[in-house]
C-alpha cells in the first residue's frame, strides 16, 4: 500500500520560510518523478515544482526563484523549500508521486498525500 505523508506546513509572516516534507513508503521512490501542489480555496489545484530520478527540477513561474524541490532517495523523502513567502502563497500543499516524466499536472501522477496547511499572513 502506497503512503505518502506531508509534514512542516505552519502559520508564518510574509517573507518567512518553511520547509515541507513528504515521506513516502510501500513505493519504489527512486525510480519516478514526483512533485509538489497546492490548491487554496476556491481555486484549483496547481502544480508548482517537480522533479526527476536525476533530481533536475521545473518550476511554476510563480514560485521560481524562491520555492526548492528536492529529494532524498536514501530516505525516500521529497522536500519543499519554500522562501519569502507571500499570503497569495497560502494553500494545502499536496505531494504526488508516480510520474514517469517531471511535470505540473495532476493526471500524471498516481499517488497523493493528504496535504499540508500553509497559512501565510502579511
Known amino acids: 500500500q502506497v503512503q505518502l505523508v506531508e509534514s512542516g506546513g505552519g502559520s508564518v509572516q510574509a517573507g518567512g520560510s518553511l520547509n515541507l516534507s513528504c515521506v513516502v513508503s510501500?513505493?519504489?521512490?527512486?525510480?519516478?518523478?514526483m512533485a509538489w501542489f497546492r490548491q487554496s480555496p476556491g481555486n484549483e489545484r496547481e502544480g508548482i515544482a517537480t522533479i526527476d530520478i536525476d533530481g533536475s527540477a521545473r518550476y511554476r513561474d510563480s514560485v521560481k526563484g524562491r520555492f526548492t524541490i528536492s529529494r532524498d532517495n536514501t530516505k525516500n523523502t521529497l522536500f519543499l523549500q519554500m522562501n519569502v513567502l507571500t499570503p497569495e502563497d497560502s494553500a494545502m500543499y499536496y505531494c504526488?508521486?508516480?510520474?514517469?516524466?517531471?511535470?505540473?499536472?495532476?493526471?500524471?501522477?498516481?499517488?497523493w498525500g493528504q496535504g499540508t496547511q500553509v497559512t501565510v499572513s502579511s
Open positions: 504526488a508521486a508516480g510520474g514517469w516524466e517531471p511535470s505540473l499536472a495532476e493526471q500524471d501522477f498516481d499517488y
Open positions: 510501500g513505493y519504489t521512490f527512486s525510480s519516478d518523478c
